[in-house]
């Protein structure tokens, strides 16, 4: 049994060990009948693996099972100091906010404008209104009715409404209360 030499350029066949049938079932090609073959088939066996090249895949899948954890790590840890970095700036942030606040409530006159909103203080000689019920209108939308040009009737006779109201509290029961003096 001879194989491929380089450089002498003898090729010897192998015997096949199956007496010439693989497996008992295909037929080998014979000599002279052209098989087709595939780009991919021809692709496949141009691939020669030498001792170098089997090396240099092991210490690829080597240094791939080495750094993968390592490298999942780091990255993780990058993600944790960029959450960490993030909140560190969002403090930050507050921290101005709370010294703007704070130097605002050093000055006298925002402590005066504060009195007067929040606990509706006023200074000596003025006098203090509050409004109840000031709602804007714009909240309720338009509701108001039409003007027009033309006159309407009342259903109601205003002036027999008035009558009857005067009489009614005139012929009413007198109620003395103990809070009236």
Same mark, same amino acid.
């Given at each position: 049994m001879t194989t491929r030499m380089r450089g002498t350029g003898t090729?010897?066949?192998?015997p096949n060990p199956? +007496? &010439? *049938? =693989? &497996?008992g079932a295909a037929r080998t090609p014979q000599p002279g009948v052209p098989v087709p073959q595939s780009e991919a +088939? $021809?692709?496949? *066996?141009g691939i020669r693996? !030498? +001792?170098? !090249? @089997? @090396?240099m895949m092991g210490l690829v899948v080597l240094g791939v099972i080495v750094v993968g954890p390592n490298l999942k790590a780091y990255i993780e840890q990058r993600q944790q100091i960029a959450a960490l970095q993030e909140s560190v700036d969002q403090s930050a942030a507050e921290i101005a906010e709370v010294r703007d606040e704070r130097e605002r409530w050093n000055d006298s006159t925002y402590v005066m404008t504060? =009195? *007067? %909103?929040r606990l509706y203080y006023v200074n000596p000689g003025e /006098? !203090?209104? /509050?409004? /109840? $019920? %000031?709602? %804007?209108? +714009? @909240?309720?939308g338009d509701d108001e009715p039409q003007v027009t040009d033309s006159l309407t009737e009342t259903k109601i006779d205003w002036a027999q409404s008035m009558l009857s109201s005067l009489v009614s509290a005139g012929y009413a029961d007198v109620v003395s209360g103990s809070g009236q003096g």
């Open positions: 090729v010897a066949k192998r199956t +007496g &010439g *049938r =693989a &497996g +088939g $021809n692709w496949l *066996r693996f !030498s +001792g170098f !090249s @089997l @090396l504060q =009195a *007067r %909103d /006098i !203090s209104f /509050i409004v /109840i $019920n %000031d709602v %804007d209108a +714009g @909240l309720f």
